[in-house]
């Protein structure tokens, strides 16, 4: 094997990537849709290299095949940690709020966070874990979460982070599906009122044939009792604080893969999408310190979950990238009441806050008087994300929480896209209530009619779609790369599909709409209709089940299950109670129904296809007008559906 060139490219001014008017957003958009090469290759000397990259981008989204800073190496930690420990070693890194209230804050410095992720890359590598292994995690929102993954990607391991609400089934598909080598869990989350116990569902997990695994490293997080198996099962900080803090960052190629994150699509299992190294960095850092607008010595709060692709790119990767002060929260919004949140921001002073509107709509429903004990003046730009910010949540956060003073930033984007792909930038661009707005440069968003024809000009609406590669687009569905290339690359010739239909508005200002396909988004989090519908199909008295979202007033959407039984159900509620139990096992609490009608048939085409979109007319309390009906198989379940809808 050649030697790398070890001479480091190395240019440490990482704040000048900022823009700071629309009107040079609009000078350096043009610029990168122009020269996307020349754009971010100027973006990328920005980082550390231990080798430069050969050539910018090689792609084509036919096989799909897409490469950013071909042959270029470097690891993503040395960016997060080691190059900001002259200049900011002693600024905090993790502000970690705990979800008691009146327990201390616990920080790491940057130099603290080194020193901790080396130590456990040194104890990762002390058990068996190198470069390309998967490492799966199974935790709460506690600082070890994020060492974890760091420390993985220190080494060159693989992360597959999986939120720890998912169910024992859920972990388990997902550690066999990437065959992972370790699992890194905690004993108990603690989270509101709560205490889940971690440990016990890797265990349940790992009794259904997750053979892979050699290794479960437990973070005593609660201290609460935990069994423990023997040579399988070891203590973190056993295996953790012996260990030197120095551990050399394992050379990656841009293209060596960095983590695999599932996510539900329309069809089947969820998918581990999977992001690579360099460009990955790159999108992250870029778009987080332009949209955010982030300042040295800001902090910043990211609300959502680590197990969420929120939780990498702006909890973890872009802010840490940024040598930014990011604040990770282990509690929920309502505890010890509804106005954690604001005290929270009141408490440590945060800048910039970034959360979801599901949570914005659920913390507006509590009243005003939760925010107006608190001091927000802190406060200097508010994020969105997730799904659709309805106006009325806008227009509280804006005002309630920002006093008008903040600029909102409704950042559309996915797990496949890796980094906000439209959004605003801070203060700089003109917002509008419920519209994401422009894309980030680099972004070349389109508006396909059904038949795949791009839509011109503004004042229009259709599918949307990417024309050209970014950094931080997927590479692949782990271990299935054709999977990728039908779920995001066939549709159109040529183009991403997001899976999601948008308007642009007379000012070219892009508002999303939602999801096209059967993917139902409850609060923020995405849900296949099959992904569900299988699970309750598990319930021994289920012979069929159609599952379809209706409009929610705190989730966005709610999940309506309709379901054929064999033999009439007796005790409704005892049914309904099971089919819940069935989702929370196979699944996890998030996917459970909010609505269950027994149904006698599903309205079926003559070709046997679910006509879901009577179902969902029907699930939304709209029976007025269900379309022409006679073609179907069986027209006659339709009224029998609409006279029973649980609406
Ligand atoms: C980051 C994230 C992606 C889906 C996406 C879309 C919806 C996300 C949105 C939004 C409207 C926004 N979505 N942000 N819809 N406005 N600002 O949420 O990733 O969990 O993969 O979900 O969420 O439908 O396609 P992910």
Same mark, same amino acid.
């Given at each position: 094997m050649a030697r790398p060139n070890t001479k480091a490219y190395q240019k440490t001014d990482r704040m000048t990537l900022q823009i700071n008017s629309f009107d040079e957003y609009k000078e350096v958009y043009k610029r990168s849709v122009e020269d996307p090469e020349g754009f971010w290759a100027e973006q990328a000397s920005s980082f550390t290299w231990k080798k430069k990259w050969d050539k910018v981008l090689d792609w084509n989204f036919k096989e799909p095949n897409v490469k950013w800073f071909v042959g270029g190496q470097m690891n993503i930690t040395e960016n997060c940690l080691d190059r900001h420990l002259e200049e900011r070693g002693d600024q905090v890194a993790i502000l970690f709020e705990p979800n008691d209230p009146d327990a201390p804050n616990k920080t790491y410095t940057y130099k603290e966070l080194h020193a901790e992720v080396g130590k456990t890359a040194n104890a990762l590598k002390a058990n068996g874990i190198g470069k390309g292994d998967r490492v799966c995690f199974y935790m709460p929102m506690v600082p070890e979460l994020a060492i974890g993954v760091l420390a993985c990607a220190r080494i060159g391991a693989i992360h597959s982070v999986v939120f720890a609400g998912f169910s024992a089934q859920a972990l388990a598909d997902r550690i066999k599906d990437a065959t992972c080598k370790a699992v890194i869990c905690s004993d108990y989350n603690a989270r509101g009122a709560k205490n889940i116990p971690v440990k016990k569902v890797v265990d349940d997990a790992l009794a259904m044939g997750c053979d892979s695994i050699e290794t479960v490293l437990v973070h005593q997080n609660t201290g609460g009792e935990v069994q423990m198996e023997t040579g399988r099962d070891k203590w973190w900080h056993e295996e953790v604080d012996g260990q030197p803090t120095d551990c050399p960052a394992e050379p990656m190629d841009s293209e060596d893969m960095l983590f695999i994150l599932y996510t539900s699509g329309s069809t089947g299992k969820p998918k581990g999408v999977v992001h690579t190294c360099g460009g990955y960095m790159v999108y992250t850092a870029y778009s987080f310190q332009n949209v955010f607008q982030y300042k040295p010595g800001d902090i910043y709060w990211c609300t959502a979950d680590i197990g969420w692709i929120t939780g990498h790119s702006y909890i973890v990767y872009g802010p840490l990238l940024s040598g930014a002060t990011t604040v990770m929260f282990e509690g929920v919004p309502t505890y010890p009441d509804a106005g954690r949140f604001w005290q929270v921001c009141e408490k440590l002073k945060v800048n910039q806050f970034y959360t979801a509107p599901t949570a914005i709509r659920a913390l507006m429903a509590q009243g005003d008087e939760y925010v107006e004990q608190y001091d927000l003046s802190s406060l200097s730009v508010l994020g969105s994300v997730g799904e659709p910010i309805n106006e009325e949540a806008w227009e509280w956060y804006h005002e309630k929480i920002g006093k008008k003073n903040c600029p909102i930033v409704d950042t559309w984007w996915q797990t496949e896209t890796g980094g906000i792909m439209i959004g605003g930038l801070g203060s700089h661009s003109p917002m509008k209530p419920a519209h994401a707005g422009y894309p980030l440069p680099g972004i070349q968003p389109c508006l396909l009619d059904a038949d795949g024809n791009e839509l011109e000009g503004n &004042? @229009?609406?259709?599918?949307?779609?990417?024309? !050209? /590669?970014? /950094?931080? @687009?997927? $590479?692949? +569905?782990? &271990? %299935?790369?054709? $999977?990728? $290339?039908?779920? !995001? #690359?066939?549709? #159109? /010739? %040529?183009? !991403? #599909? +997001? &899976? %999601?239909?948008?308007r642009r508005d007379k000012d070219g200002m892009y508002r999303i709409i939602g999801r096209v396909d059967d993917v139902i988004n409850v609060s923020g989090h995405r849900m296949g209709t099959a992904e569900v519908e299988n699970a309750i199909n598990e319930h021994p008295m289920v012979v069929e089940s159609a599952v379809v979202g209706y409009p929610h007033d705190i989730k966005g959407q709610g999940i309506y299950a309709y379901i054929i039984t064999a033999g009439p159900v007796e005790d409704e509620e005892a049914f309904r109670k099971e089919v819940l139990a069935v989702v929370t096992k196979e699944i996890g609490p998030i996917a459970k129904p909010d609505k269950i009608q027994v149904v006698s048939g599903l309205p079926k085409t003559r070709s046997g296809k679910i006509m879901r979109r009577i179902l969902r007319k029907v699930a939304s309390g709209d029976t007025s007008n269900l379309g022409d009906t006679s073609t179907l198989l069986n027209p006659e379940v339709v009224d029998e559906i609409k006279n029973n809808a649980l609406v």
């Open positions: &004042g @229009i609406e259709g599918l949307l779609c990417i024309k !050209y /590669p970014w /950094p931080s @687009i997927l $590479r692949t +569905t782990y &271990g %299935d790369h054709e $999977r990728c $290339r039908q779920t !995001y #690359f066939s549709a #159109f /010739p %040529d183009k !991403y #599909f +997001t &899976g %999601d239909g948008a």
